[in-house]
């Protein structure tokens, strides 16, 4: 019961976030649509893999999946990559002048994402919103989840901005972040792949 509750208010969120950013860019629906594609396609080709390739962990319980992955996972990294993001931003506006920005902002995203699932990933296990297999020596958490969401945050923040600040069309804005996003994808698992090896 108390699943499915999560399940309908992580929706919720997602749509509160999507409608706050919508008004944010001052209702400029392609941004707002490029943005959050992109968060639910890293986010649930990346939960995917992960489960099918490793089999480190798995999500109990549910009622709505996407493959193995439950439905308020996908859209919750929506609601995730929005927070880090703007947070990122918030905390490094006074530096936008500076000539690596960009590279600040995706630090601060990682970092931001860090801290971020320190809190939440345990406080998830405990619930059994999730299972780890081997887990780990932080509340049973493995080392390579936060090498993870370091390198995925930041690397998230650091195409989102690369796509925006392209003189691009918006299709091949559309693609160009796509395309950005699977290599994000994949140096996040080549950087995890050796804490893998350390937590088995």
């Given at each position: 019961?108390?699943?499915?509750?999560?399940?309908?208010?992580?929706?919720?969120?997602?749509?509160?976030?999507?409608?706050?950013?919508?008004?944010?860019?001052?209702?400029?629906?392609?941004?707002?649509?490029?943005?959050?594609?992109?968060?639910?396609?890293?986010?649930?080709?990346?939960?995917?893999?992960?489960?099918?390739?490793?089999?480190?962990?798995?999500?109990?319980?549910?009622?709505?999946?996407?493959?193995?992955?439950?439905?308020?996972?996908?859209?919750?990294?929506?609601?995730?990559?929005?927070?880090?993001?703007?947070?990122?931003?918030?905390?490094?506006?006074?530096?936008?002048?500076?000539?690596?920005?960009?590279?600040?902002?995706?630090?601060?995203?990682?970092?931001?994402?860090?801290?971020?699932?320190?809190?939440?990933?345990?406080?998830?296990?405990?619930?059994?919103?999730?299972?780890?297999?081997?887990?780990?020596?932080?509340?049973?958490?493995?080392?390579?989840?936060?090498?993870?969401?370091?390198?995925?945050?930041?690397?998230?923040?650091?195409?989102?901005?690369?796509?925006?600040?392209?003189?691009?069309?918006?299709?091949k804005k559309v693609i160009g972040?796509?395309?950005?996003?699977?290599?994000?994808?994949?140096?996040?698992?080549?950087?995890?792949?050796?804490?893998?090896?350390?937590?088995?």
């Amino acid at each position: 019961m108390f699943k499915h509750i999560i399940e309908y208010t992580s929706l919720i969120a997602s749509l509160v976030v999507i409608v706050h950013y919508y008004f944010y860019t001052d209702r400029q629906l392609k941004t707002v649509f490029l943005f959050f594609s992109g968060a639910l396609f890293l986010g649930t080709i990346s939960e995917a893999a992960a489960i099918i390739s490793t089999g480190s962990y798995h999500y109990p319980g549910f009622r709505w999946y996407i493959g193995p992955v439950p439905l308020f996972i996908a859209f919750g990294w929506c609601s995730s990559f929005y927070m880090i993001y703007h947070i990122s931003r918030q905390l490094t506006f006074h530096l936008q002048d500076h000539k690596h920005f960009f590279w600040i902002v995706a630090a601060g995203g990682g970092f931001v994402g860090l801290f971020m699932d320190l809190f939440f990933d345990p406080v998830a296990i405990s619930m059994n919103w999730w299972e780890w297999k081997n887990g780990g020596p932080y509340f049973n958490v493995p080392t390579a989840n936060f090498s993870g969401w370091f390198v995925f945050a930041a690397g998230f923040c650091a195409t989102y901005n690369l796509a925006l600040s392209k003189d691009w069309s918006y299709g091949k804005k559309v693609i160009g972040f796509y395309g950005m996003l699977v290599g994000v994808f994949i140096v996040t698992a080549l950087c995890s792949f050796p804490f893998l090896m350390l937590d088995s």
